[in-house]
């Protein structure tokens, strides 16, 4: 069953901690992207992976980091620097980078920093 | 700066009615566009996508239309059924940007049974 899997589905953090989000695909895509989405907002880009060892800042990457050790995986850490982590978070993988082909989407961690 | 933005936040049909969701884009570079659903606590799931080269394109129920040259794009969903009820986006590939995705807002479709 090829897909994107997220885990875990919801997560609790005190502030101040830092968080790590897990993202797995096995389609063997070569470009990966986190995703902020809270209420009512669009899908806003934090940070974007073309190949692996490589990875670009997205619109909004201040107080989060990524690694792509691995074709596969693409974890994302949620750093106490991040002012306002609370929000759903998204991971999605394509074929290549660019915006010319489609996305395929994980279910989502929404994550709750209290 | 170039964005992708949506005429109508929310919109309430009958169920069995068509269904029409606008998006209008800004960039006239774009060359790829894209329309997802959520539904709530969900990941996006793609529906169907176009090219620049292409004015329409048609999937299972589902038609999108590009005008370049109003730069509008619609999503129309035929005989809509209560399981069709979530948020739609649209999205573009911008060359002016870093060259991803950027996405609208969304509009969420009730069906009314």
């Known amino acids: 069953d090829g897909g994107i899997t997220q885990s875990p589905k919801y997560l609790f953090r005190k502030e101040g901690q830092n968080v790590t989000l897990s993202c797995e695909q096995n389609l063997n895509h070569d470009a990966m992207y986190w995703y902020r989405q809270d209420p009512g907002q669009g899908l806003r880009l934090i940070y974007y992976?073309?190949?692996?060892?490589?990875?670009q800042k997205g619109d909004i990457a201040e107080g989060y980091s990524v690694s792509r050790e691995k074709k596969e995986s693409f974890p994302l850490t949620v750093t106490s620097a991040q002012k306002n982590p609370t929000a759903f978070y998204l991971c999605a993988s394509s074929m290549s980078a660019g915006g010319r082909y489609e996305q395929y989407f994980g279910p989502g961690t929404r994550l709750t920093v209290t | 700066g170039e964005s992708v933005g949506l005429h109508l936040p929310t919109l309430s049909v009958q169920e069995g009615d068509n269904s029409i969701i606008n998006c209008a884009y800004s960039?006239?570079?774009?060359?790829?566009f894209i329309w997802y659903k959520q539904e709530s606590g969900k990941g996006p799931q793609f529906i169907i996508d176009?090219?620049?080269?292409?004015d329409k394109r048609q999937g299972q129920r589902v038609t999108v239309l590009l005008n370049k040259t109003v730069k509008h794009l619609s999503l129309q969903i035929a005989a809509t059924q209560p399981g069709d009820s979530a948020v739609y986006f649209c999205a573009e590939n911008s060359d002016g940007s870093q060259g991803n995705l950027i996405f609208g807002k969304g509009t969420k479709l009730s069906v009314k049974p």
């Open positions: 960039n006239s570079a774009s060359d790829y």
């Open positions: 176009i090219r620049s080269n292409m």
């Open positions: 992976s073309q190949i692996v060892n490589d990875f």
